[in-house]
């Protein structure tokens, strides 16, 4: 059985695609249940028991996740939970609120419990690590965004929690923008060789280039870059760079930042802070079950 139109439409309405989230969860599960049932759950509990299970975040944070972890509930039952939402993605939740409620036979909330905790757990805590970014941040014309170092299979959703914690996105994919890295300079004989190449096979590509100096960046600037990556600048020469540049092009901070150096980076006038540590590191943020007896 597919997703029921409710919650297809649930995950539609976040932008997601359902048809893809829905075979994350299946694999997810299968590999859960390891080819078996949840032999604890037949065992312990009566087969047409029904209970409510609510989620509930034991510490505060910005959510994101709750149309998939209904998804899960709604596969796992084959469309036989109930699911009441009571916050919505990007909300500031306190310990205590109450996400989502399910209903359901006691034995397909307790097989979807941990698939949907373990899902909503992190993008949960994605989205209030790119939070604490973007209010420290606040007040300046920087932004954060990710980059492409996601858990594999789940970069649409952790770069969607990006956006639900108030930070934007960079590329999808390595066929949607290009970005030239040390690597393809060393390959292409130099920055400005590199980035020419670049942009006479995809005219009408982005085209990002990284440098490592105030040298680089005039090359690339004079070639035309639409966005500049300052690798490993300290606030100073980003500073420079953004004298430089004097608003030809875009100007993305990147490199081993931390929290810490949010406002003096943003101070310094770069449009973007790069923070792989957004999907990369994030820690989860803690969202327990409870179950209770049918209202």
């Not at 997703?3 to 932008?15: E, K, N, P, Q, V």
């Not at 899902?119 to 970014?133: E, F, K, M, N």
Request: aromatic share 2%; proline share 4%.
């Amino acid at each position: 059985m597919s997703l029921t139109a409710s919650i297809a439409a649930l995950i539609g309405d976040a932008g997601l695609d359902p048809h893809a989230v829905e075979q994350l969860i299946r694999r997810t599960v299968e590999e859960d249940l390891g080819g078996g049932v949840d032999v604890t759950s037949v065992a312990t509990v009566p087969e047409h028991q029904r209970s409510t299970m609510d989620l509930v975040p034991r510490s505060p944070g910005v959510v994101a996740g709750i149309p998939v972890a209904a998804a899960v509930f709604d596969i796992v039952s084959n469309g036989d939970a109930s699911v009441s939402v009571s916050a919505a993605d990007g909300d500031r939740v306190a310990a205590g609120d109450v996400l989502l409620s399910v209903t359901g036979r006691t034995r397909d909330l307790l097989t979807a419990e941990r698939t949907a905790l373990n899902l909503l757990c992190h993008l949960s805590g994605v989205a209030t690590a790119t939070s604490q970014w973007a209010e420290a941040l606040e007040g300046t014309q920087t932004r954060v965004r990710d980059t492409r170092k996601t858990t594999p299979g789940l970069r649409a959703l952790e770069k969607y929690a990006v956006r639900c914690g108030g930070g934007v996105n960079h590329r999808m994919s390595l066929s949607d923008a290009a970005l030239v890295k040390d690597n393809h300079v060393v390959a292409a004989g130099g920055v400005a060789e590199a980035f020419a190449a670049v942009r006479s096979m995809w005219p009408g590509l982005p085209v990002e280039v990284e440098v490592d100096s105030l040298e680089q960046l005039t090359e690339v600037l004079d070639a035309g870059a639409d966005l500049v990556m300052l690798d490993n600048f300290d606030p100073a020469g980003m500073r420079e760079a953004v004298e430089l540049t004097a608003g030809r092009c875009q100007l993305e901070a990147s490199g081993g930042l931390t929290l810490d150096d949010a406002a003096a980076v943003g101070a310094t006038g770069v449009d973007f802070v790069a923070v792989g540590a957004l999907t990369h590191s994030a820690p989860v943020l803690d969202i327990g079950a409870d179950l209770r007896p049918v209202d």
